[in-house]
């Protein structure tokens, strides 16, 4: 079994979930960068569902855009706290390589 399966199994995913399914091609060019598949297969399951009424899923696709626009203006934010912290950021943020993504 693996994590997803135990996921569904406690958390069964809705039989239509919202904003789920999109052209994964288009978002990750947007971001310049591929997602992870297993990230993939989470909002296709789950769509913007919010597990405990707390954590969604930055779906890419609906109604709102969860993840590329917060993204870049996140990315853009931190980098500037970075240059003035340098010591408050013990990692690179993407597009640098091993950068993270939020």
């Known amino acids: 079994m693996t994590a997803f399966d135990d996921l569904t199994r406690l958390i069964p995913p809705p039989s239509q ?3 789920a399914h999109g052209d994964w091609d288009e ?3 947007a971001l310049g960068v591929g997602l992870p598949s297993d990230f993939k297969q989470l909002v296709g399951a789950y ?10 899923p930055l779906t890419p696709f609906g109604g709102r855009d ?3 626009g917060p993204a870049k203006r996140l990315l853009g934010q931190e980098r500037n706290f ?3 912290n340098p010591e408050a950021c013990q990692y690179p943020f993407y597009p640098e390589p ?3 993504l939020p």
Do not use: D, I, K, Q
Not at 47 to 56: M, N, Q
């Open 47 to 56: 769509g913007a569902y919010h597990f405990a009424e707390f954590l969604t």
């Open 27 to 29: 978002v990750e060019a």
């Open 66 to 68: 969860l993840l590329v």
């Open 17 to 19: 979930p919202l904003w």
């Open 82 to 84: 970075r240059e003035s």
């Open 98 to 100: 091993g950068g993270l």
